[in-house]
């Protein structure tokens, strides 16, 4: 395992007094000023003090680099902000500090920067809106011809900036395989100018541009757009989706990333607290909840393939994670509530039994069957699409061409050398 690896190489180093100060315990191998607080034994919270070295996070280090580092004006409770921190300070770590970033117009780009500040501690590079991954392939090509490939390069968006307008760069990124580790900051909105709906805006939450009025209030049920599949479908050596709310997780997956050459994503759930009308003290509670519920599948991929998945032990009910959300919270009243859930539950149940996401046997038998029934076409646009009316004819069809009897079938197909069929001229 990667990260077990770099960790491991961490507590070798902190073996040698002489730098560091630090008395190594034989029996535990955990340096001895870290041996307190039994109570956190087992435990997987952030600065897990007694658990085993190479299971804690490298914010728990003192070698971390501290990328992103105190003064940035992110809200409180910013989903964006936690899961930036955990993700470049163990890009740059496993990068011996030898990392570029380049960054989106964003929240995260615009908290961190009020010029002519910043709050970065590594090179770091503000691209337009759009052309991040544009931006990055330049950067890596330009190393590269340098004689520099050591020094790696990520590049960081939010979902506005990464599946809207930056995609057509991101899809040549990934067709070039160039040398770069792209992350997404989803917060399933454009929050930086003030909350507008992206394509990756959940079905039914409300934005500036979603407004909870009218028969279907809020955003359209639609697909959205996946883009960790999207990114599979480049088949790029590594793609994986992470939340906040299990950052080792998210280290691993970005330390494992780094160990690739060539193109490869990471797509970041990040509650926002300002945008989903949430309490900052709930970003990593709803960002599990996201996992909990199917909704928001956690998973590793390589080479087009997913490899990897992480389980639900209990599949949580849609309910409990938008609840809390005052952007969901028009859905709860009027009539039509109960059939708005049951659709969104449908998102979820499909992506339980579509991602392997539990062990079926472990499950009562009604939320089995609830899970093994969930419709294929959860948004309803397929059915949407297949009970259309026919388009209603302006003028009066022409009559359908005749064609001569010794002409073969096909020949008439696009681009054919063949000479074209005339109608047989009608009789009156
Ligand atoms: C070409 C262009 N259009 C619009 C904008 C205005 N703009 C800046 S950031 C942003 C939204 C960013 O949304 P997202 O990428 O999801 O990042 P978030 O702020 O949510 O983290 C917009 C519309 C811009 N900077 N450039
Ligand atoms: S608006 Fe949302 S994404 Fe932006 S800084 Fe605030 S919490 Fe973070
Ligand atoms: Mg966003």
Redesign the pocket.
């Known amino acids: 395992m990667f990260y077990r690896k770099g960790i491991t190489e961490m507590t070798e180093n902190n073996t040698t007094s002489e730098t560091t100060g630090i008395h190594q315990s034989q029996a535990t191998e955990i340096p001895a000023r870290e041996q307190v607080k039994f109570y956190q034994v087992g435990s997987y919270a952030i600065g897990n003090r007694l658990a085993d070295l190479k299971w804690r996070s490298w914010q728990s280090s003192p070698h971390r680099k501290n990328s992103l580092t105190s003064g940035h004006r992110a809200c409180q409770g910013c989903g ?1 902000a936690l899961g930036a921190r955990y993700a470049v300070d163990t890009a740059s770590v496993v990068a011996n500090n030898r990392i570029i970033a380049i960054n ?7 908290f961190s920067t009020p010029y002519p500040e910043t709050a970065w501690t590594i090179p770091w590079l503000h691209s ?3 052309n991040t991954a544009a931006v990055a392939s330049g950067a890596a090509a330009g190393l590269r011809a340098m004689g520099k490939p050591d020094i790696r390069v990520i590049a960081q ?6 599946v ?3 995609m057509g760069c991101l899809s040549g990124m990934f067709e070039r395989n160039d040398d770069v580790l792209y992350i997404c ?9 003030g ?2 709906r ?1 394509g ?1 805006t959940p079905p039914t939450a409300r934005t500036a541009t979603t407004q909870p009025v009218g028969p279907r209030p809020g955003n359209v049920f639609t697909q959205g757009k996946n883009m960790a599949r999207i990114a599979m479908a480049h088949e790029i050596p590594y793609v994986a989706t992470a939340t906040v709310a299990d950052l080792r997780d998210l280290e691993y997956k970005v330390e494992k990333a780094m160990s690739f050459r060539g193109a490869r994503y990471i797509h970041v759930l ?1 509650p ?1 607290p300002l ?1 989903w009308g949430s309490n900052s003290n709930l970003t990593v509670t709803l960002a599990r909840l996201a996992t909990q519920t199917g909704l928001f599948p956690v998973f590793e991929a390589e080479g087009g393939e997913i490899t990897s998945v992480t389980k639900i032990r209990r599949p949580v009910p849609v309910e409990e994670y938008l609840r809390p959300q005052r952007r969901f919270a028009h859905i709860f009243k009027g009539p039509g509530s109960e059939a708005l859930i049951a659709r969104l539950q449908a998102i979820a149940d499909r992506n339980i039994s579509r991602y392997g996401l539990v062990e079926m046997d472990a499950l009562d038998e009604d939320v089995q069957r609830r899970i093994l029934q969930a419709p294929h076409d959860p948004t309803g646009r397929f059915a949407a699409a297949r009970t259309c009316p026919a388009p209603i004819p302006t003028k009066p069809p022409s009559p359908a061409p005749s064609i001569a009897p010794n002409s073969a079938p096909g020949a008439a197909s696009h681009g054919s050398a063949s000479p074209t069929p005339q109608p047989v001229p009608s009789a009156s």
Do not use: H, K, P, R
């Open positions: 964006e989106a117009t964003g929240c995260l780009e615009v337009l809106f759009g968006g939010g979902d506005g900036g990464t809207d307008i930056g900051y989803d917060n399933q909105a454009y929050m930086n100018t909350v507008q992206s990756a990040v926002c945008g």
